[in-house]
């Protein structure tokens, strides 16, 4: 029986599990290593160059130690600025997680798009630069949100998290100038989807959320190449860096296609 291939997935935290989910559904044949590198969460809080020193020898020690053919950096602070400094240091293939800028105003009806990430997301260059290149003619809202990745990672971990807490991180959004209101708002970090149907009962009026794990998904599929036999040994594992214990393995197991993460 042929070995699986061994697809890295690494974030901050719990968020980079909404792009695991899909690329799993897209891809049941890999053997999955997701790392969450809760030692240093959040990420939206550290500047440029702390990122930077961080995940490039963090992410060539995880390579190093697992031998994946393909890492997919799942976090949107890290991708918009780490990902040509690990392209040059690494030979494996990477796919990043950047704001769906693009997609988003392309299908914008009122021509008023928001971009919700964490308040390093949407400071970067990078960010701004898709802004420039492809807002076509929409009014860009970046909205950059301090507790929301924290909240969703609460969440997601069975601990209590406020309607009135999601609702006031969600509010800038929503930007209606007498004549258009947003329409898209483009889920910019990777925790979000985590509480999207609040996020969807909390919204003041029914907007199309963007998420980009299902284009992620197609991609990693495509680098790929043809799909191998599914096989009993394409588990799955999940990493803290803060080596706490994994007491959530259970709950996570939707987000590993049922698979139980060791
Ligand atoms: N999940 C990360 C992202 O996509 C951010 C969360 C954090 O601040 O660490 O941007």
Redesign the pocket.
């Known amino acids: 029986m042929s070995v699986p291939p061994t697809i890295l997935v690494f974030?901050?935290?719990l968020?980079?599990l909404t792009v695991l989910r899909e690329i799993v559904r897209a891809r049941p044949d890999a053997h999955y290593v997701y790392v969450a590198d809760d030692a240093f969460?959040?990420?939206?809080?550290h500047s440029e160059e702390q990122i930077v020193a961080r995940v490039v020898p963090l992410v060539g020690e995880l390579i190093a130690r697992h031998a994946p053919v393909l890492v997919v950096i799942?976090?949107?602070?890290?991708s918009t600025l780490v990902m040509s400094h690990l392209r040059s240091a690494y030979s494996v293939p990477f796919v990043g997680?950047v704001p769906a800028i693009k997609p988003a105003c392309a299908s914008s009806r009122t021509k008023r798009v928001s971009v919700l990430?964490?308040r390093?997301?949407v400071q970067r260059e990078y960010t701004r630069r898709l802004i420039d290149d492809f807002a076509q003619g929409c009014n860009v809202t970046l909205v950059g949100s301090a507790e929301l990745?924290s909240l969703a990672e609460s969440a997601l971990s069975g601990n209590d998290v406020g309607d009135a807490d999601i609702a006031a991180e969600l509010a800038p959004c929503f930007v209606d100038d007498g004549k258009h209101r947003t329409d898209t708002v483009v889920l910019?970090?990777?925790?979000y989807p985590l509480l999207l149907d609040r996020m969807k009962r909390l919204a003041p009026w029914p907007v199309d959320w963007i998420d980009p794990a299902p284009a992620i998904a197609r991609r990693v599929s495509d680098l790929l190449g043809s799909p191998g036999k599914e096989s009993d040994q394409a588990g799955a594992e999940i990493i803290f860096t803060s080596k706490r214990p994994h007491t959530l393995s259970q709950a996570l197991m939707p987000f590993f296609g049922g698979r139980v993460p060791a």
Do not use: K, L, Q, R
Not at 41 to 45: D, I, K, M
Not at 74 to 78: D, V
């Open positions: 974030d901050s935290g968020g980079g969460f959040p990420y939206g809080h799942a976090c949107n602070t890290a997680t990430g964490t390093g997301t990745a910019a970090c990777t925790h």
